[in-house]
């Protein structure tokens, strides 16, 4: 390691061969990122220290908390937060929002596809048995047509960048995806952190998000009227994402509304109010789509609406995610996304997707049983980072476990390739110290009547403890603030 | 379109959010010239402290717990004891739990203060910071923070449906510590009334006055403490913002905002209950209040105040649902 910096911080960080986000593997800053570089060089450790336990005090008394399932107490926990900001260039994020601008429109429309004409399955370019046979296929939905087509008017794919720092597509989330409230949230707090730093870069911002999400949501209103009746469907206080509903509805200036707000009455969706009951256009849905109507879906649900789906199949109604997108972000069907690409769009995928071996598929799945201590084998419907097996840092009793379950339900899990992922430089919390942490990005996309937009950002999920690959909040993960930067940044 | 209808569920977050505010506010109020009064007294103790858990109505709880009536257990369980409902921090934690639920509505910066108080009390360590020695800074901590909260919601919350339901919440919990504190305080003091002038009466009688409102406005309009004129400050006079009648008043005004029903008039069972306390409390005098007897008074007040809490509660909080669904608004 080159000893040229004067901060001791910086002389003592070590990339250790991974691709790291700020750093070259020669330890030299990156050049798009020379002011950032120049800036924590003259930065006192102490003083880092100071800003980043201001900045925990804030998010803590901002109640920007989460709490996780499973934990006996009903304790509230921040989301561990690192003051040093994740930066990405221009020109790394260009390929980043065209590729995910291009991957959402041909999910979209093989969506529309399996619940309507099915071509690609006669096509045969997706077999019938991965679409039925994942569990977010939703067969009520056969026949739809959501307005402008739209079924996934917000969605979040996580990407992650491999050895040499190219990105790839880990997984699509198109249900109900979240933590778009840290984005607003990590970037007021960096403001309040580091003005002086921000007068130097050009961060493209991240605040107008609520009105974006707030024309998307409008544009499909079912009712013609400049201000439609905007909710927020939540589960609850109780849900580990509460804090986000109700910030995200205090921003779009909807109604934060349970279920139990909720009636159809007359052939509309209502909530029931000091005034009576109100009509609903627009239903921002952050509880999961079998949950919606309990008359249509799951008939045990507590958190939905009766007669919800009858509404909307009457046009009363507009519904944000779709019930049904869930079909397309199984791991199984993830596979098949770039033959989709190549289907619908006549393109070649920008982003690349992971390389992915089917356990359902007789050849693969020796590969896959031969290579247990090499590869990662996840759930086909699994999320949260559970369900999960790391190859090289598992013991040999897990993998028997994983080899057993394979075999009895091979449709059940894929496996890949053990990623070198990205790192960058995290503070620690107990010495004055930077060591590399492994991440990766969530990026937000909201799909429009007229056009698709990326926030220029996004979650960037961090493994807090070393040498962890796992990135979710539910554990360990913390976050730290995404700066995508304009393009003549670092050029003087 | 939130200045024309609130969720129902939202209603009821708003009005007992701030109802438990203001309860933890007259919790601390009430212990803390306790305290200060308790310096005075150093005879009296056990009685007085006694007489608090009167007020909120814990005696029996407390006597459950087997515990000696004294200084330091009567605070900690008036204000850290989890298991009672009414201690300051239960109703801390009721008061937030209730903005919680109704974060799109209650505002970034009152969230925040709210939030900032229950993780300062959460993290608390009464032991370590000598609090049973001197609790003066945590409870004036306590009242700085509370009063925070309501002036920034005065200054800067959305005149619309919530406006009414914090007023409410808040007056009606007001006006109920008023006729409580009074109510209990007059029995203690029952006896000590055929030696008004002794110094002992005055100190006890300024304390009750302290600990509802402040002492200083009622010297200047009544002179010196006597019982009479404390009665009229605290029932009936409508300058003092701490009295049954002020609280009552702007509560009825706040309840005729939510359907615009001009006074006079009544739309439901909530407005033509609290139109009537109102009016009536404007028309009665103190001679009425020592005829009837300040007891039976202050008995009368409170169950038709529970009574306009619940017309509230079936009107706006759980109503059946009756107006029909229409196309446009």
Not at chain 1, 48 to 69: C, D, H, K, P
Not at chain 1, 189 to 205: A, C, Y
Not at chain 1, 442 to 460: A, E, H, M, N, S
Request: charged share 25%; net charge negative; proline share 5%.
């Amino acid at each position: 390691m080159p000893a040229h910096f004067e901060n001791a911080l910086l002389n003592h960080y070590d990339p250790e061969g991974f691709y790291d986000e700020l750093f070259t593997s020669s330890g030299e800053v990156r050049s798009d990122f020379a002011l950032l570089g120049d800036w924590l060089n003259r930065m006192p450790a102490e003083e880092l220290r100071r800003r980043q336990e201001a900045a925990e005090r804030s998010l803590m008394r901002m109640g920007i908390t989460f709490q996780v399932y499973g934990e006996a107490s009903k304790t509230e926990r921040v989301l561990p937060f690192d003051i040093l900001p994740r930066a990405i260039s221009a020109d790394e994020w260009k390929q980043v929002d065209e590729g995910l601008r291009q991957r959402i429109t041909a999910l979209n429309l093989f969506i529309q596809d399996v619940y309507g004409e099915k071509k690609i399955i006669k096509d045969k370019v997706v077999p019938d048995w991965v679409v039925y046979s994942s569990s977010g296929y939703m067969q009520p939905c056969e026949g739809l047509t959501p307005p402008h087509g739209i079924w996934c008017h917000i969605s979040g794919s996580d990407l992650v960048r491999d050895e040499q720092g190219a990105f790839h597509v880990l997984e699509d989330n198109l249900r109900c995806p979240s933590g778009v409230s840290y984005v607003l949230a990590n970037r007021l707090v960096m403001k309040r952190t580091f003005p002086e730093l921000f007068t130097q870069m050009r961060v493209r911002p991240v605040s107008d998000y609520p009105d974006m999400l707030q024309q998307t949501l409008c544009d499909v209103s079912p009712r013609p009227t400049s201000s439609p009746s905007l909710v927020v469907l939540t589960p609850g206080i109780y849900n580990s994402a509460y804090f986000e509903h109700a910030f995200l509805a205090q921003q779009i200036g909807a109604e934060l509304v349970e279920g139990r707000d909720l009636v159809v009455s007359e052939g509309y969706v209502c909530m029931k109010t000091t005034q009576g009951l109100k009509r609903v256009d627009v239903i921002y849905r952050r509880i999961n789509a079998e949950y919606l109507d309990p008359g249509m879906f799951r008939p045990d649900s507590m958190l939905g609406v009766r007669g919800l789906m009858d509404v909307f199949r009457a046009g009363r109604v507009a519904i944000a995610n779709m019930p049904g997108p869930g079909v397309a972000d199984d791991k199984v069907v993830y596979a098949f996304v770039p033959e989709m690409i190549r289907y619908y769009l006549k393109e070649d995928p920008i982003l690349p997707n992971v390389p992915t071996w089917l356990c359902s598929r007789e050849d693969e799945r020796a590969h896959v049983l031969e290579n247990l201590e090499k590869l990662v084998v996840k759930e086909a419907d699994g999320a949260g980072g559970y369900g999960m097996l790391i190859g090289p840092k598992s013991t040999e009793k897990e993998r028997e476990e994983f080899r057993a379950r394979i075999q009895a339900n091979p449709r059940g899990y894929i496996a890949q390739p053990t990623l070198a992922l990205s790192r960058a430089p995290v503070l620690l919390e107990d010495e004055e110290k930077m060591e590399g942490r492994h991440l990766d990005l969530r990026p937000f996309v909201l799909y429009g009547k007229d056009r698709i937009r990326v926030l220029p950002g996004g979650l960037t999920r961090v493994a807090m403890k070393k040498g962890s690959l796992v990135v979710n909040s539910s554990q360990g993960g913390g976050s730290k603030d995404t700066w995508v930067l304009h393009k003549q940044w670092g050029m003087s | 379109m939130s200045d024309h209808f609130l969720l129902s569920r939202v209603a009821e977050s708003v009005y007992w959010m701030s109802r438990y505010l203001e309860r933890v506010e007259n919790t601390v109020r009430l212990m803390d010239v306790n305290w200060h009064l308790m310096l005075d007294l150093p005879n009296v103790q056990t009685n007085e402290w006694e007489s608090l858990l009167h007020v909120s109505g814990d005696y029996d709880l407390f006597k459950s717990t087997s515990e000696e009536i004294n200084a330091r257990n009567v605070m900690r369980f008036m204000t850290f004891d989890p298991l009672n409902p009414n201690s300051m921090l239960s109703c801390l934690t009721a008061s937030r739990e209730n903005a919680r639920s109704v974060r799109d509505v209650v505002t970034p910066d009152l969230w925040e203060i709210l939030n900032g108080l229950y993780l300062m009390v959460k993290s608390y360590d009464s032991d370590a910071s000598g609090f049973y020695q001197n609790p003066y800074q945590f409870y004036h901590e306590i009242q700085s923070g509370v009063h925070h909260f309501n002036g920034v919601a005065s200054a800067g919350m959305f005149r619309g449906q919530n406006w009414s339901f914090y007023r409410l919440g808040n007056l009606l919990e007001r006006a109920d510590k008023t006729t409580r504190i009074l109510d209990v305080r007059y029995f203690l003091l029952l006896p000590s009334l055929k030696e008004v002038g002794t110094a002992l009466d005055d100190l006890q009688w300024s304390a009750l006055l302290r600990s509802v409102s402040s002492m200083e406005p009622f010297a200047k309009k009544y002179g010196p403490v006597e019982a009479r004129a404390i009665i009229e400050y605290l029932i009936l006079d409508v300058q003092n913002p701490r009295s049954v009648r002020y609280c009552l008043r702007e509560g009825d005004e706040a309840l005729r905002d939510i359907n615009n029903t001009p006074t006079g008039m009544f739309s439901n069972d909530a407005e033509r209950r609290s139109g009537q306390l109102a009016s009536d409390l404007s028309y009665l005098t103190v001679e009425d209040i020592v005829r009837t007897g300040l007891h039976e008074t202050l008995d009368d007040l409170q169950v038709r105040m529970n009574q306009l809490h619940t017309a509230i509660s079936e009107r706006y909080f759980n109503p059946e649902p009756e107006a029909p669904a229409r196309g446009g608004t």
